[in-house]
């Protein structure tokens, strides 16, 4: 049986199937390899962006594909895993997901559900176009550069993406953006202003704002960019109507973030450190919310 996450949100939770008996067959046929991937070949990003990054394809109960890992990722036509990957038969597996996603949910028939679904084909198509920008190179192989740590940002939390998931995937999977951007790692992929009973009804600044300040984020504007004499500083966009993300500032004065089940990074998505995340490439995140600050031990999250 296969249990798949439509890797495509940062906060609110991803889509997941579990396809099993003739749709799990067919889904394994569909990863046939074709050859290896190689460096140099163009493939999906080497760190993580914002917007879709490719199926979580994981291998529960009796493994259908016996050569690869319980865990490994999919996207246009390419499998990648912590070893390597391989180019696949089928560069068309995202859509036939969808099809058995919507459908088995029976939502397929309502306007909201299909917009979504549209949406989805959409930055699955914009995915593969930008592609087309990167080399591959195994998650394994990405460094991590030491970074000059500024001492107005000394209160920042230390950039340690190894803690945050890259060696455990329980621990990358179960831990989003607000995870991250608050420093609180709860395994239950948190979500703003739930820990209060004052979740978000949109997807807009203004509602998740104050559901992250029912959580006692401190919103603070006029910060503009400057760390904070007490706790840390963190920064809040949104996909309008659709999703949102969080950055926090680190004691290196640069930001790093991460985005849903995705390792932690400080890049954004042209590959650059993040020195502002208002300047930054936030690829469908285009609407800057605020800074807030976070005040470790006096605030709630689950």
């Given at each position: 049986?296969?249990?798949?996450?439509?890797?495509?949100?940062?906060?609110?939770?991803?889509?997941?199937?579990?396809?099993?008996?003739?749709?799990?067959?067919?889904?394994?046929?569909?990863?046939?390899?074709?050859?290896n991937?190689?460096?140099?070949?163009?493939?999906?990003?080497?760190?993580?962006?914002?917007?879709?990054?490719?199926?979580?394809v994981?291998?529960?109960?009796?493994?259908?594909?016996?050569?690869?890992?319980r865990?490994?990722?999919?996207?246009?036509g390419?499998?990648?895993?912590?070893?390597?990957?391989?180019?696949?038969s089928?560069?068309?597996?995202?859509?036939?997901?969808?099809?058995?996603?919507?459908?088995?949910a029976?939502?397929?028939?309502?306007?909201?559900?299909?917009?979504?679904?549209?949406?989805?084909?959409f930055?699955?198509d914009?995915?593969?176009?930008?592609?087309?920008?990167?080399v591959?190179?195994?998650?394994?192989?990405?460094?991590?550069p030491?970074?000059?740590?500024?001492?107005?940002?000394?209160?920042?939390?230390?950039?340690?993406?190894?803690?945050?998931?890259?060696a455990?995937?329980?621990?990358?999977?179960?831990?989003?953006?607000?995870?991250?951007?608050?420093?609180?790692?709860?395994?239950?992929?948190?979500?703003?202003?739930?820990a209060h009973?004052?979740?978000?009804?949109?997807?807009?600044?203004?509602?998740l704002?104050?559901?992250?300040?029912?959580?006692?984020?401190?919103d603070?504007p006029?910060?503009?960019?400057?760390?904070?004499?007490?706790?840390h500083l963190?920064a809040?966009?949104?996909?309008?109507?659709?999703?949102?993300?969080?950055?926090?500032?680190?004691?290196?004065?640069?930001?790093?973030?991460k985005?849903?089940?995705?390792?932690?990074?400080?890049f954004?998505?042209?590959?650059?450190?993040?020195?502002?995340?208002?300047?930054?490439?936030?690829?469908?995140?285009t609407?800057?919310?605020?800074?807030?600050?976070?005040?470790?031990?006096?605030?709630?999250?689950?």
């Open positions: 049986m296969y249990k798949i996450t439509i890797d495509v949100f940062s906060g609110r939770p991803n889509p997941v199937i579990e396809l099993k008996g003739k749709k799990a067959t067919e889904f394994a046929e569909r990863l046939t390899e074709v050859r991937l190689k460096h140099g070949d163009r493939h999906f990003p080497k760190f993580a962006t914002a917007g879709y990054r490719g199926l979580i994981e291998q529960t109960g009796k493994k259908i594909n016996l050569d690869l890992p865990t490994f990722r999919y996207a246009n390419d499998v990648l895993h912590d070893k390597g990957g391989f180019k696949t089928d560069e068309k597996a995202e859509a036939f997901v969808l099809d058995q996603f919507y459908t088995k029976k939502l397929r028939s309502t306007k909201r559900l299909e917009n979504e679904r549209e949406k989805m084909l930055l699955i914009a995915f593969k176009n930008d592609r087309e920008e990167f591959f190179t195994p998650w394994a192989d990405v460094p991590y030491d970074l000059p740590i500024k001492t107005d940002c000394m209160c920042g939390p230390a950039y340690e993406p190894l803690w945050w998931g890259d455990n995937w329980n621990v990358m999977e179960l831990n989003n953006c607000y995870n991250y951007a608050t420093n609180y790692r709860t395994e239950t992929f948190a979500q703003p202003g739930k009973n004052a979740m978000y009804d949109f997807f807009d600044c203004q509602s704002k104050q559901a992250a300040v029912a959580d006692k984020l401190i603070f006029r910060l503009d960019n400057n760390c904070p004499t007490k706790g963190v809040l966009v949104i996909d309008p109507g659709w999703d949102y993300h969080w950055y926090r500032k680190d004691n290196t004065g640069y930001w790093s973030h985005l849903g089940s995705s390792p932690a990074i400080h954004d998505n042209s590959g650059n450190l993040i020195a502002d995340p208002r300047d930054a490439n936030r690829g469908n995140y609407n800057f919310c605020t800074f807030m600050v976070v005040h470790h031990g006096r605030i709630k999250v689950v």
